[in-house]
């Protein structure tokens, strides 16, 4: 969102914005840390439950569909195949699917409230709480031409 004025594409690479510094970013509840950004598909030593998100952004006949999703599961491998079984192979095959909540991410910037976000961070720093027990949550948003 800083970046808004400098008018890059979505296709800029990653070398374009290696000297722009990274920011602090805020979280739900007025603190700051620097923004985290695990592998996508990242796995994990103890493979017990933890908080996954996943976005979808992709063109469908006839126009653009975009999902942003979290859920508690135990690994990477899990969160595919229960998005199969809800989205079918075309979309799950475009998600790219993270360990942790990050609200800087574009897509949840643009689609979370701030009361959603506090439960994922929440649940995200306590997968085995009560607030993250069964979570599971998608926003969708389709553009038609």
């Not at 985290?36 to 006949?61: H, M, N, Q, W």
């Not at 998600?95 to 409230?113: K, L, Y």
């Amino acid at each position: 969102m800083l970046f808004h004025e400098l008018a890059l594409g979505l296709d800029c690479s990653p070398s374009a914005m290696a000297g722009v510094p990274r920011p602090q970013v805020p979280i739900p509840g007025g603190r700051y840390r620097p923004p985290v950004r695990p592998r996508p598909g990242a796995r994990r030593k103890d493979e017990g439950p933890a908080l996954y998100t996943f976005v979808i952004s992709t063109e469908l006949c006839p126009g653009h569909v975009q999902i942003f999703g979290a859920m508690i599961a135990r690994s990477a491998i899990e969160v595919r195949e229960r998005l199969r079984l809800r989205c079918g192979p075309t979309l799950v095959d475009e998600a790219i699917v993270r360990i942790g909540f990050d609200w800087s991410e574009p897509m949840a910037c643009a689609m979370v409230s701030d009361a959603m976000a506090h439960v994922l961070a929440l649940a995200s720093k306590d997968p085995t709480s009560s607030i993250a027990a069964g979570l599971d949550f998608q926003v969708e948003q389709r553009f038609v031409k």
